[in-house]
């Protein structure tokens, strides 16, 4: 069984920082992708940012210069460093990983709530 343990959502101020993590575990290798989404209620969920490996970092336009998405291999883990967060970017966000588990599978996890406000 694989698990994604998301951690570090909550409220910010517009302009503010906030970074979230995500520790996978459980029976999974073959890590090849990790990232994040964000999905607002109504809306379709959308790439935030992730990490191909071998191959490049993509973020959403609308991150770009103000996210940081990074991967740990050794604690297997995804973090999301935001800066210079808008009341857009309130949403909740999902960790998503690719890997090896009785075959190769895309896992998701819970979700986080996020909230820009003032």
């Known amino acids: 069984q694989v698990q994604l343990a998301e951690s570090g959502g909550g409220l910010v101020q517009p302009g503010g920082s906030l970074s979230l993590s995500c520790v996978v575990s459980g029976s999974i290798s073959s890590i090849n992708a990790m990232g994040w989404y964000r999905q607002v209620q109504g809306k379709e969920r959308e790439l935030v940012a992730n990490?191909?490996?071998?191959?490049?970092?993509t973020y959403a336009d609308s991150v770009k210069g103000r996210f940081t998405i990074s991967r740990d291999n050794a604690k297997n883990s995804v973090d999301l460093h935001m800066n210079s967060l808008k009341p857009e970017d309130t949403a909740v966000y999902y960790c998503?990983?690719?890997?090896?588990?009785?075959?190769?599978?895309?896992?998701w996890g819970q979700g986080i709530e996020v909230t820009v406000s003032s």
């Open positions: 990490i191909i490996s071998p191959g490049p970092t």
């Open positions: 998503n990983v690719r890997g090896y588990s009785g075959g190769f599978q895309t896992f």
